[in-house]
């Protein structure tokens, strides 16, 4: 009779070693094919950079696909609207609006940009208000750059505002939806105030289009487009900075996931004469830049109605916070203002925002 034979304890240590050995060796090759494979979908972020609108855009974003390729397609897209929406450049649909007596008929692009900024306008009572290119160039702000460097800029008389400001006014624009057809009759449209939040919706359009699962972030002035969640889970740290702080000194900090935050400042573009700062956001009804805030900053999901109120919660400051606190949030708008004796106001939701947690 055979007797069975018991294992070797050491035998089975070198097994059991063997095994758990071939595990990890299995877990390492896969984990080194994802990250190969798939790095782009857990935060491996390139960034780009280029100088348009005036401004650096700045692109920190992670993709399956080439993030080179994205990225360029983006700038491209930017450039395209900078030249065919620049007021001051011949070739541009705004120069031959603005330039012409008579009917001017234009492309769908256009006519949607142009509704679209009559129906802000309307939103926030004229506080945003694309017709005020000739005040806009009356005070220097066409040329920002080459007048700084030159220190070319003077106040206007109140004669000149007065005029100029008469030959502005939103209502004045008229629309032939059927034709598709603008008249400007007499104001020169100027979109500063909503062609980097419409140029930041295409470049989230553009990425998505290449990828619907990318993430980051895209930059332009003082405004950002989330293009998803940090990592593809956490929050972006937002900074909003303090009007009368040093770069990089903050007043407030968001935490954002998806949407866009824009924040109008009066230190972005500003000249100081006889100790008076004068900047680069018009009140249309004065003609003078606006002094009832020094920044505002609008969370919105929709980056042009972010941009736009942006700039029209800087024109109503405090003295019209219960209407920008009401009407506002009515389009999906959170709202925070600093006033000139740097007194933060915010709207019921913006502190949900202002919480990492949540």
């Not at 505002?161 to 100027?190: F, H, M, P």
């Amino acid at each position: 009779m055979q007797s069975v034979q018991q294992p070797d304890p050491k035998e089975i240590m070198i097994l059991n070693r063997i095994v758990v050995y071939s595990v990890i060796v299995i877990f390492l090759v896969v984990m080194a094919i994802y990250l190969l494979f798939f790095s782009g979908k857990t935060g491996q972020y390139n960034d780009y950079e280029d100088y348009i609108f005036g401004t650096y855009i700045k692109i920190k974003i992670a993709s399956k696909v080439n993030t080179n390729t994205v990225a360029k397609a983006i700038f491209n897209e930017m450039k395209r609207l900078e030249q065919k929406y620049d007021p001051y450049n011949e070739s541009s649909v705004l120069y031959k609006l603005n330039n012409s007596e008579d009917w001017v008929e234009v492309d769908d692009e256009t006519l949607s940009i142009i509704d679209t900024s009559l129906k802000l306008a309307r939103y926030t009572e004229g506080a945003f208000d694309p017709s005020i290119g000739r005040l806009i160039k009356l005070w220097g702000f066409d040329k920002f750059t080459q007048n700084q460097s030159t220190n070319q800029f003077k106040v206007p008389t109140a004669t000149e505002i007065a005029e100029a400001a008469s030959q502005s006014g939103y209502q004045k624009i008229a629309i032939d939806y059927l034709n598709k057809k603008i008249k400007t009759n007499g104001v020169w449209i100027d979109l500063g105030g909503l062609l980097k939040g419409y140029a930041l919706k295409r470049a989230y359009q553009i990425a998505k289009e290449f990828d619907k699962n990318c993430h980051g972030f895209i930059e332009a002035g003082g405004q950002i487009m989330i293009l998803g969640p940090k990592y593809n889970k956490a929050n972006w740290v937002i900074g909003i900075r303090d009007p009368r702080g040093q770069p990089g000194e903050n007043i407030a900090i968001v935490y954002m996931k998806e949407g866009s935050i824009a924040t109008s400042g009066d230190y972005e573009r500003f000249f100081i004469i006889d100790n008076v700062r004068y900047h680069h956001i018009i009140d249309p009804k004065t003609g003078y830049p606006a002094n009832k805030a020094v920044s505002a900053t609008i969370i919105s999901e929709d980056p042009v109605i972010a941009d736009a109120f942006s700039t029209a919660a800087f024109v109503l400051g405090k003295d019209n916070w219960l209407f920008t606190r009401t009407v506002f949030t009515k389009y999906g708008a959170e709202v925070m203002i600093v006033t000139p004796k740097k007194e933060q106001l915010r709207s019921d939701r913006f502190y949900i925002y202002e919480v990492a947690d949540r």
